[in-house]
Every structure is written in C-alpha cells, then in structure tokens.
C-alpha cells in the first residue's frame, strides 16, 4: 500500500472559492457572509476525479493524507471568526471527499488560525475534525502572519495547550505555511521551504519534545534546506551543547518526500534514516508541469523512490509502515 | 592557486568589539561614541595568525576574500549614522589586515545599512572601499531589520542606484543577512538559509539582470535551500513562464560552497554548473567543531570538495577562475 502524506485539495469546485471571495468581502463591508453554496457529490467527484485521483491512480498511490489548499488558508484575512468560519467550511469539504472515496483520502484539517489569537482557540476545530469527521492529523501555520513572521517560535509555551490537545488525540501536525503578503516572499518557491528550515531550528534548539515525548511533526518539501545542510545542522547543535539530533530531534520530527528531482531525493535519502522519511508529492499543486530532463512531472515523487531501488523493508516503511507510525489514526479506519 | 570567497573577520581584537559596545552605548544615552582604539599592527597579527591563517595554511587555502564578521553587521541597531561608523570602523580593520597579509587576504566591504534609509546612502562607503582601501566586492545586507523582512525585495527599483555603483565599480555582492531579533530565527542556522533561498527566488522572479546584464551575486552556503530544490526551482520557473534558470538567474548568480557534509557537496556539484561555484568555507566561525563522523572540521569544505575528483579544469575554476571571473578586480593585484 503506498500513502502520499501530503496532498492538497486545490481542485475545489469554483462555489467554495466564491463564498470565500464572498466571505472576505462581506467582513470587509461590515456585513455577515452569505450562506455556504449547495456543492453536490457530483461536484466533488468531478472536482477529484480528473486531477488528484486520476494522478494517483496512474502513480499507483492508493491514499492520500488529504487536506485544504495550503496557499488558501490565508490566516492573516479577515478575522478570528473569518478564519474559523472558512476552516470549517474547508474542512467539511475534505471530509465529504474522504466520505466519498474513503479508500483514497483520509482528512488533515486546517486550523482556524489569525495572528494574535491564542492557539488554544484553534482546539475545538481540531476536536471537531478528528472525533467527528475521522481527521487524522492537522497543518500547522507557524506564521499566520502570512510572511511577517510576528508570532512566537513553535517552541514557545504559548503553543503549548495546542500540542496538549495534539498529544491527547494521538494526531500529528505538518509545519506548513500559507500565502504571503510579504513581497519578499514566493508561497511555494520561498516562504514554504524557510519555513520548514525555521521549524527545525527551533526545535533543534529547544527542550520541546522532552516536554512532549509523544508530539510529532512533519516538516514537508523534504525538510526544506534541513537534508542539504545535515552537517551545518549537526554541528549547530554540537555548537549550541544540544544533543545529538538523532536524540532530540529526529525522535519526533518527520520529513516528507516532496524534492522534486532525483539528486535531492538521493541526498534526502542518504543523510535521513528511513525511520523519519514519509512519502508525499504535494500534489496537485505546487509545480504542476512535465520536467523537460526527464519527460515526467516534477512532482511525481514516487519515480525518484522507485529510482533509489531501496531494500523491500525500507520501501513499505515509506510507503506506509510510517504514516501509519506517525498518523497512527490511519489504522483505526484502514 | 586557492581562493576561499567566504571568510569573515571572527576573531577581531576585543578592543575593537569593545568601542562597538561603548558606540551603541553611547547612541543609547544620546552621547557621542567614544574615540576608536588604538589597534597595534601586532594585536591584528594575533588576531588572525592563530585562527584564520593558521587554519588557510593547514588546509592549502592561499587568498581569502575577507569581510567583516556578519553577524556583527546588525544594521538594525543605532541609526544611520551608528551603522555607518560601525562600517567604517570594521571595513579599516579588514583593509589593515589585507595591508598586513597582501598574499593572504583581500577585503569585502560590510556596507552602512539601516532599516528605512535608502540604499544609495551606501555607495560613499562601497566606493571608499573600493577606489581607496582595494576591495573587491561588499556585502549586500537583503533584510538590514535583523528577522522582521520589511524592506522591498532586492529587485525592487530603491535598489537600483546601488546596482549602478556596483556595476560601475565591476563588483559583486554576496547577499548576506546578519544578527536577528526575531525570536523565529536562528542567524546561522535558519536567518542565513532563509535569506539565500529567498534572495534566489526573488531573482527568478525578476527581470534584473536584464536590466543589469554585469551585476553579480554571489549566493552564499551552497545557495541555501536551492540546489537540494533545483527541481522545484526548474519547476517554478516554467510555472511562473520564466526563462530557464540558465539563462536568467545563472548567468549572474554564484553559489560558494559553504555546505558542511559530503553528500551536500556532491548535489551541488551534481545539479549546479561548475562555472557556478566558488570554492568558499565561511570560517572561522558559523560551525567550529569537528564532525564525530568524519574525525574533521565541518568547514573544512576543501576535503569535500577534493573527494569530489573533479577534473583538473574544473577544479582550477572553482578555486580560483571563477572567483577571478566574479571578482575581477581580484586580478588588479594578484
């Protein structure tokens, strides 16, 4: 069985994105946001069946950890209660996909986010979506700012009633930016990966997961600059007196397969234990096209996995022995 | 001949860290900064004989291109004038050392940034540098607000008559970021990558070096997060319906290769154009300790990059060709 990690519903049918509009426009105005649209299960199937599914069933991907567009989460629009309205809205969405195709996608919520506001409030949404909508793990914007960068590191002990809840439900989070107001950022081709390096150098240089030896996270696009840097990494933390990275980090910290050529997946793969590397292709998504060196799309991740011809046990570790590790939900349904 | 493009005056005189305190002290109260120390010819051999050179000497390494330390830049405190001074004070001190060492050492200026003033303020000081103390090059600061990223992005107009002295002078910048006050980041663990990777991507999505065919950047630690994301990179810029990579950004963008592990080293080889790198290792300083895995300094990136068994040619430019090429006025004395 192979499970993609880290799959985003960008495909939405044009009704939901039009509330959003709607939404956003009516905070604006001072007024109240329209109704939610009627969206068939027709709607969704269309939504899904020509792009991520179509994807998935010509790689051989079986499930897809699925979850709202990353770009449109857009924590810094609108206000709590915007933001809370449209994680719900998103979430339900994904929900009924997961609903619709129940071997092919299983949820990972978005989180009513805004800057400023306690993360303790994002908590009810993250129940909601794993008791009642069989969630299995959330994303998490350590800067819902959207690229200014103003709110605490994900080691301060303000996040911390978040990751008692996170423990508590047995769920994972991925590190995961949204877009960016910041000009000096790109979404996917900056703001995403120096987000991802920024995680884990907080973490790195913090005591977290001895607070919470059960807490994970997945730090997705390949652990950002992370892999590259290894030994820049391993000797901060000799620097810094921390413990070796084996021991403080990695016991927690997960990194995703999303690198979009076959050198980077190769680096990835000799400087990370297999233990902590999860499949995923970021899919449909962030770089859409066809690799003119190779003929196939760059985020066909699975041909640079297949391309490493690792031994057999190694290979159902990232396929699936370790989503299954790290969103141990996955087994309750599948 | 081995010229190492990154190295940054780490081990200055403690008379000289010491007026820096008094100087920011002083601008606290409202006072003037003290006088500068007297700094003796010998407590500058000092400096470096037992740090810097030693370490070029046992490692092969003849020239360095050298710049004040970067993390002591911190443009983002005292004011205009602070930092000016401050520039002044450090870029003296590198020329004094290349005085001292003329077969060892090159300057880099560190330039007069402040949050809010106008690049152009900076040329006098990149011109001293250059028409007076015999630099060849600067370092060109993308976020002098130390972690908050509020200035526009290094394509934007307001940089513009800095890029006319450059080009007028035939120097190139290194981009670099200094000390952060965001609690986000970590200067040479996430604040330094961070801003490579994002300086990279601010230029793929540019037309500056149309307007500028001769400015150079040189993209420090092996172009942050870019080479171990080059498919991506290559991905986005046929999304974004840019020329290829090789032929607008590569043309006037150098990666060093300041990346503290083997396999690191080879994906960067692996994916970026040899006429692209830079032999660089960025000490003393950012990673001092010797790796437990390999019995050597980290930053010994020489070992690295010898291991690679590049042919003869290639090596020579990344040792020296095409440091001389992005750094012509290297050939004025050497």
């Given amino acids: 069985m192979i499970i993609d990690c880290h799959g985003h519903y960008t495909t939405v049918p044009a009704a939901h994105t039009a509330w959003r509009t709607a939404q956003l426009a009516a905070w604006e105005a001072g007024g109240s946001a329209p109704a939610y649209p009627d969206i068939s299960d027709d709607d969704l199937r269309e939504s899904v069946e020509g792009s991520q599914l179509k994807l998935m069933r010509e790689r051989g991907i079986d499930l897809t950890i699925f979850s709202p ?19 719900e809205a998103c979430n339900n969405l994904i929900a009924r996909v997961a609903g619709l195709y129940p071997d092919h996608f299983v949820g990972v919520a978005q989180l009513p986010q805004s800057p400023g506001v ?28 959207g690229g200014h960068w103003d709110s605490p590191p994900l080691t301060d002990r303000g996040w911390y009633p978040f990751y008692e809840a996170m423990v508590e439900l047995d769920v994972p989070a991925m590190v995961h930016v949204s877009a960016v107001t910041n000009p000096n950022f790109h979404a996917t081709g900056s703001a995403y990966l120096n987000a991802d390096t920024t995680a884990f150098m907080q973490f790195l240089q913090s005591d977290l997961f001895k607070d919470f030896p059960s ?8 652990g950002g600059a992370v892999p590259y840097h ?22 927690n910290v997960f990194f995703d397969t999303c690198v979009y050529h076959q050198p980077g997946i190769n680096l990835l793969f000799e400087v990370i234990d297999v233990d902590n590397l999860l499949f995923g292709s970021e899919m449909v998504g962030a770089v859409r096209g066809i690799d003119p060196e190779t003929g196939h799309y760059f985020d066909d991740t699975k041909r640079y996995v297949e391309a490493l011809k690792l031994p057999s046990d190694d290979l159902a570790k990232v396929y699936e022995g370790n989503a299954r590790r790290v969103y141990p939900r996955l087994n309750r349904a599948r």
């Fill in 69 to 87: 567009r990353a770009s449109a989460m857009a924590h810094h629009q609108g206000d709590e209660g915007v933001s809370r309205a449209w994680a």
């Fill in 118 to 145: 306690p993360i303790a409030n994002s908590i009810a949404e993250l129940r909601r979506c794993v008791l009642e909508l069989g969630f299995v793990g959330c994303n998490l914007n350590p800067d819902p700012s």
């Fill in 215 to 222: 807490l994970r996270f997945v730090i997705p696009h390949g």
């Fill in 230 to 251: 290894w030994g820049r990494f391993r000797g901060l933390a000799d620097m810094l007196k921390r413990p070796p990275l084996a021991e403080s980090v990695m016991t």
